[in-house]
């Protein structure tokens, strides 16, 4: 099984809807978890942290949870510019070199 | 200007060819990373160095070797390309002070490299 899981999609989906991605986790020793979000051919950029307690910004809102091991984002409102692949990503350690990436969910906003 | 560069950004070479990735950073970070990404396996960690005198292999090491010539260098070798070597290398920083999480990575554009 591998450490870092996600429904590769893609998932189209028409402006202004709001859509969901989970992500699942093997080793429940993960201690922070993260949103990326990666345009095509470009780097992944930081969405946002993941915290316990489920956390928003803006249209976009994070939870977690530890017991089934699963890290959600979801959008609201959804803009043509959602268009990417979203990538989350656990860190086993405190340590950067532990940082483990899921293999991305493709996201389609469609006029 | 850019936080993380990468040069060059697109590679062709041959097999059996040596290529060298070079990152720069100057967001001031410790620590630097070379990630490989590939359709459907996401980013695979090939090497890290925490500062200046520390390297460490990473997940998919065979065949790379790294260099960390400076706080704010870190360049990525191919000794003798192959075809499954064709990805796209990502460098990465991180600063274990950073407030927003331990260890976040920030990432350069990447280098997209084709080994014929």
């Known amino acids: 099984r591998k450490e870092v899981e996600q429904d590769p999609g893609p998932f189209n989906v028409p402006e202004g809807a709001t859509v969901a991605f989970n992500c699942t986790y093997s080793?429940?020793?993960?201690?922070?978890f993260f949103w990326y979000r990666q345009d095509c051919r470009k780097e992944p950029k930081l969405l946002m942290s993941v915290y316990s307690s489920g956390n928003e910004d803006g249209r976009f809102t994070a939870q977690l949870n530890r017991a089934s091991q699963y890290i959600s984002l979801l959008i609201r409102d959804s803009k043509l510019s959602d268009s990417a692949t979203y990538l989350c990503a656990v860190n086993i350690g405190n340590y950067g070199q532990n940082f483990v990436f899921g293999p991305g969910t493709r996201l389609s906003v469609l006029p | 200007d850019a936080d993380v560069t990468q040069t060059p950004r697109n590679r062709i070479t041959k097999t059996g060819k040596r290529i060298m990735l070079e990152c720069s950073q100057t967001k001031g970070h410790d620590r630097m990373y070379w990630y490989r990404q590939d359709p459907g396996l996401g980013l695979r960690l090939i090497y890290y160095?925490?500062?200046?005198?520390?390297?460490n292999k990473g997940e998919i090491s065979d065949g790379y070797s790294v260099s960390r010539q400076a706080q704010a260098k870190f360049s990525l070798s191919l000794e003798s390309a192959i075809p499954n070597q064709t990805a796209l290398y990502f460098c990465?920083?991180?600063?274990?002070?950073?407030?927003?999480?331990?260890?976040?990575?920030?990432f350069g554009p990447g280098t997209r490299l084709t080994v014929l």
């Open positions: 080793n429940s020793a993960s201690q922070s």
């Open positions: 160095s925490f500062d200046v005198k520390d390297i």
């Open positions: 990465a920083t991180s600063d274990p002070r950073s407030k927003i999480s331990t260890d976040t990575q920030y």
